[in-house]
């Protein structure tokens, strides 16, 4: 596992921020065993009776900052949420189906991919999804924005340590895909 002494602990931040928006019995962490990149924790914030979905939140992305162009160097800090229906199994039971598994295997695979190709990811970046989602649905790509539903005083930590964004992944078809490549022509 890559490791870099000088960067704050990112799940520290992270835990910290969350307890500042939710109970610890809202918040279940799926705590990754092992790993060769980034420690990538995933967690899930459960409904409530003010917020009609799952969250999913990645927790390791921000371990070590993002190869990002010169001039972005506030955007080197980044985490990853997707929403997901009430009714959505995410029972630990429940993973073995893929269908229920598949927006965390995504988590996990954008919490690694900057470290691993490097790169950054940010704002309007769409990146491919592997074969390993069921082909059952039809997702070839994941686009990342700034979110519409979560508040900014949400999706944005600021510390003196560093800055963290957390973008909305959103699963793209790939006529969804192909449009976002040709510039909205």
């Known amino acids: 596992m890559i490791q870099n002494e000088d960067v704050p602990n990112s799940v520290e931040i992270i835990d910290g921020h969350l307890d500042n928006f939710?109970?610890?019995?809202?918040?279940?962490v799926l705590h990754e065993k092992e790993s060769e990149v980034v420690h990538g924790d995933?967690?899930?914030?459960?409904?409530?009776?003010?917020?009609?979905y799952n969250i999913l939140l990645s927790c390791g992305l921000s371990a070590l900052p993002m190869q990002v162009p010169e001039g972005f160097d506030h955007l080197k800090f980044a985490e990853i949420s997707?929403?997901?229906p009430p009714n959505w199994n995410l029972n630990y039971d429940d993973f073995a189906n893929e269908n229920n598994y598949w927006p965390i295997r995504a988590l996990k695979q954008l919490t690694k991919y900057p470290h691993l190709n490097d790169t950054w990811l940010g704002c309007g970046?769409?990146?491919?999804?592997?074969?390993?989602?069921?082909?059952?649905?039809?997702?070839?790509?994941?686009?990342?924005l700034e979110s519409i539903t979560l508040p900014e005083s949400f999706t944005y930590i600021e510390t003196d340590?560093?800055?963290?964004?957390?973008?909305?992944?959103?699963?793209?078809y790939q006529e969804e895909l192909e449009f976002t490549e040709l510039g909205h022509r």
């Open 42 to 52: 995933i967690y899930i914030v459960k409904p409530n009776d003010d917020r009609n």
């Open 82 to 84: 997707i929403l997901l």
């Open 22 to 28: 939710f109970e610890s019995e809202e918040i279940l």
């Open 161 to 172: 340590e560093k800055d963290i964004y957390f973008y909305a992944a959103i699963p793209l």
């Open 125 to 144: 970046h769409t990146i491919p999804l592997d074969d390993r989602y069921p082909v059952n649905h039809r997702f070839t790509a994941i686009i990342l």
